[in-house]
Every structure is written in C-alpha cells, then in structure tokens.
C-alpha cells in the first residue's frame, strides 16, 4: 500500500513535472549565443523525435542563456543546435510565470491581418527594426513533457513565436525588414554586415 501510494504519487509528480529555472542572470551562462555573420545560424532544425530528460535539460539551458541575455525568445539553432526547439517568456521580470517551451512548433494557420512591430534579437544585439508579419496564428506543438498542444496566439506572443520558428528554418528578422537604407545603416552602426543578410 505504501509503495504503490508512493508510487502513484511520484507518476503525479511526473505529470505535473515541467521546467522550472531561476531568471536572474547567470554570470557564466551555459550557452553561447551565436551572432549574425554566424554560418551555424543559417541551418536547418531538425525535428525532435523523443521528448526526454535532455531536452528538458537543453530547455533549461536555453532558458537560463535568454534570461542572462535579458531575452524574452530563444531557439536552439542560436546556441548552435539544430533542433526543432524554442523557448518564450514574455514576462522575465516575474519569477512566479512559468515560460513555454515548444518543441517541433508548426502554424497551422495565420491571419490575413497584419502588423508592423519593432523586433530584435539576441543574436542581432542592439539592432531594432520594424518587420511586417501576420497579426495572429495558430500554432501546435509539443510541451516539454512531450504532450501534444495546440495554442492560438495574438499580439506580441504571435510576434516572438513567429520570429523564433524563422530561426529553426535559418531566418532572421533582418532578412524581413522592408527598409533596406535602414537596415543597412543599423547593421553597421552595431558593427555587423549588410551582406550577412539573406533576401528571402
Ligand atoms: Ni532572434
């Protein structure tokens, strides 16, 4: 009786089991975030067939480098590993909000709206500017238990999953920003290369 309590107890613990990282930066962060000019960062993911004990650990790896980095999106391919793996917290300053890992993330649909938003990222630091992309999508994806979910998303949620899934597929924001002179002149203040940039 005792032991299949325990037992059954543990597989609750299992079930409910999830990531669990502190946001205060690291001082030595476990990954090193690639930047443009990077080669490694133009790859192809790969999809994620088994959802184990090491992704949860790259997940948690990836969330203690974005935190460190004061991001609120990272994806694997931007600390040099080609898996279909992304993670987002839009709330980095509240230690109680639990961030999402998706894992293999696909849009199913988005909306013919659109908006234009400011976007950065990591592996771009300093540069910011205004990309066009639909306002909503529908997304499904595995948690980091593995489960299957699907998430309908708005705002700057739609926003950050749309600009990480581009980075499983070897695009940055910058390859979709309109204003070319812009572009060009924000690269090169932050000392990065226009040539750098793909058109797609
Ligand atoms: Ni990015």
């Given at each position: 009786?005792?032991?299949?309590?325990?037992?059954?107890?543990?597989k609750?613990e299992?079930?409910?089991?999830?990531?669990?990282?502190?946001?205060?930066?690291?001082?030595?962060?476990?990954?090193?975030?690639?930047?443009?000019?990077?080669?490694?960062?133009?790859?192809?993911?790969?999809?994620?067939?088994?959802?184990?004990?090491?992704?949860?650990?790259?997940?948690?790896?990836?969330?203690?480098?974005m935190y460190?980095?004061?991001g609120i999106?990272?994806?694997?391919?931007?600390?040099?590993?080609?898996?279909?793996?992304?993670?987002?917290?839009?709330d980095?300053?509240?230690?109680?909000?639990?961030?999402?890992?998706?894992?293999?993330?696909e849009?199913i649909?988005?909306?013919?709206?659109?908006?234009?938003?400011?976007?950065?990222?990591?592996?771009?630091?300093?540069?910011?500017?205004?990309?066009?992309?639909?306002?909503s999508?529908?997304?499904s994806?595995r948690?980091?238990?593995?489960?299957p979910?699907?998430?309908?998303?708005?705002?700057?949620m739609?926003?950050?999953?749309?600009?990480?899934?581009?980075?499983?597929?070897?695009?940055?924001?910058?390859d979709?920003?309109?204003?070319?002179?812009?572009?060009?002149?924000?690269?090169?203040e932050?000392g990065?290369?226009?040539?750098?940039?793909?058109?797609?």
């Amino acid at each position: 009786m005792a032991g299949s309590f325990a037992q059954l107890a543990k597989k609750a613990e299992q079930t409910k089991a999830s990531i669990s990282v502190s946001k205060e930066p690291d001082q030595s962060p476990p990954l090193e975030i690639y930047k443009l000019g990077d080669e490694v960062l133009r790859n192809q993911a790969g999809r994620i067939s088994k959802v184990d004990v090491s992704i949860r650990d790259l997940a948690k790896d990836m969330l203690t480098s974005m935190y460190s980095a004061k991001g609120i999106g990272l994806a694997a391919p931007q600390v040099g590993i080609q898996k279909r793996i992304l993670v987002i917290d839009l709330d980095i300053e509240n230690p109680t909000t639990p961030p999402y890992v998706f894992i293999n993330p696909e849009i199913i649909s988005s909306s013919a709206s659109i908006d234009t938003y400011e976007e950065g990222c990591l592996s771009i630091p300093a540069v910011y500017l205004d990309v066009i992309r639909p306002a909503s999508i529908k997304l499904s994806y595995r948690d980091e238990m593995g489960r299957p979910k699907k998430m309908n998303a708005d705002g700057l949620m739609a926003r950050c999953i749309q600009h990480e899934i581009d980075h499983l597929n070897g695009v940055l924001f910058v390859d979709r920003v309109s204003d070319k002179d812009k572009l060009k002149n924000e690269l090169n203040e932050q000392g990065f290369h226009d040539k750098d940039v793909k058109s797609i």
